[in-house]
């Protein structure tokens, strides 16, 4: 089936109020036509209906995307009807007409329209009314509706294509929505489930609405890998993340040398694209000389919480012959739990040989590499 998908975005937005029409504004950084024109590009062949006026800033929002630009009307009806006629030499199979003021809408309520119409003419999300209905006047109730088969529309509204042209080119352009039109030209119209998500940002309130459901949709997660190695030299023992080893050898380097906690802490940093434990703490700064690995993993674990990141997990593989880690691995991943302030079941400590191969191999030192997951909410 060939599915083309309208977005009407004529409107000028009246009850938005703002500098742009509400389409053009910014949602978390881009414009609200842009979150919806995503939401449906994987389908393809993208109308979106514009005012005149609003071509620039029509073009700036469909930046990089494949979307064909028509003018528009003063009514939606007849928005929708020019997007129609925009795509009559094409015939589509199917066609989605979505309000462009409706950048939340879920990837799953557009799969219910588009499967709907398996079956029926036309298709149309709706969620049931579940609050009581007035009639009021002056700050007055005055009388009870039933709400007993209410509900309230939403978009994308989906047709068989030659059906809603039809059906819009037999009825005046005014409309509230397609498929008022449809069932005036007497196709049936299937319900399909909503979401309170899918909201029309109406009112200047809903812009912050639209935001915390986007965030939402958008959970911001973050991935750092972390290398290091150390040199043995004389001692009589190692620390490795956090905990003292007995060792016939020591690692060579400032302070506690701890190579374990040193990859994570760089795990952490790279998963914020904030450098590495050198550049918090250059090795040239005296200040620094000496310090311990605990100083470093705790400044990345609250530089990612002030970024916002919970730290969902990190994971570290010692590569030596010897000392054995895994009678320690409970104690280590204690000790870094407790530094990185989450609890012990997220931290893993693990390790490995390298079959006698290369430095490692030879026991010349010890290497470490981690990964460290962020989640920003
Ligand atoms: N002449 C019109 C009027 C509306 N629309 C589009 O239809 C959708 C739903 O309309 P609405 O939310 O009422 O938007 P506006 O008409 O812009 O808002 P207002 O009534 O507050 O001015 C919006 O995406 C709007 O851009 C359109 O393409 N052409
Ligand atoms: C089509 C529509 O989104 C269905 O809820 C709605 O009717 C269009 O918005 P308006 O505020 O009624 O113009």
């Not at 509706?145 to 005046?172: K, M, N, W």
């Not at 020591?250 to 302070?255: I, P």
């Not at 290497?367 to 920003?376: E, P």
Request: glycine share 10%; aromatic share 4%; hydrophobic share 45%.
């Amino acid at each position: 089936m060939r599915t083309a998908v309208i977005l009407v975005a004529a409107g000028r937005g009246s009850r938005a109020k703002g500098p742009l029409p509400k389409q053009w504004q910014a949602l978390l950084g881009q414009p609200v036509a842009r979150w919806t024109l995503q939401a449906f590009a994987h389908l393809g062949r993208l109308v979106m209906v514009i005012h005149p006026d609003d071509r620039a800033l029509a073009q700036a929002a469909a930046r990089g995307l494949d979307v064909t630009l028509v003018d528009g009307a003063n009514t939606r009806a007849g928005s929708v009807r020019a997007g129609l006629e925009a795509l009559a030499g094409e015939a589509p199979d199917l066609v989605l007409i979505q309000d462009v003021a409706r950048p939340c809408t879920p990837r799953a309520v557009i799969d219910a329209v588009i499967d709907a119409l398996d079956s029926a003419p036309g298709a149309a999300p709706a969620v049931a009314v579940t609050d009581a209905l007035w009639t009021g006047a002056g700050g007055k109730v005055t009388g009870t509706r039933d709400r007993e088969g209410l509900f309230r529309a939403q978009t994308p509204q989906g047709f068989r294509f030659d059906a809603i042209l039809s059906a819009h080119r037999a009825h005046p352009p005014d409309a509230a929505d397609d498929v008022q039109i449809a069932r005036a030209a007497g196709l049936e119209v299937a319900i399909v489930a909503g979401d309170e998500a899918n909201l029309k940002i109406t009112t200047p309130g809903d812009f912050a609405r639209a935001e915390r459901i986007l965030k939402g949709n958008h959970m911001d997660i973050r991935l750092g890998n972390g290398f290091d190695v150390h040199a043995f030299e004389p001692g009589d023992h190692v620390v490795l993340c956090g905990i003292k080893v007995p060792h016939d050898r020591k690692l060579k380097g400032h302070s506690d040398a701890d190579v374990g906690m040193h990859a994570v802490t760089d795990a952490i940093y790279g998963a914020l694209a904030m450098g590495d434990i050198g550049r918090h703490f250059p090795p040239s700064d005296p200040q620094w000389k000496g310090a311990e690995s605990h100083i470093f993993l705790r400044h990345a674990a609250q530089m990612a919480r002030d970024m916002g990141f919970a730290l969902s997990n990190v994971d570290c593989t010692l590569i030596c012959e010897r000392p054995k880690i895994t009678p320690h691995a409970p104690a280590m991943m204690q000790a870094m739990a407790d530094i990185l302030g989450i609890t012990p079941d997220r931290v893993s400590i693990k390790a490995t040989t390298s079959e006698r191969l290369g430095f490692t191999g030879r026991e010349e030192g010890i290497a470490a590499i981690a990964t460290a997951t962020l989640v920003k909410p």
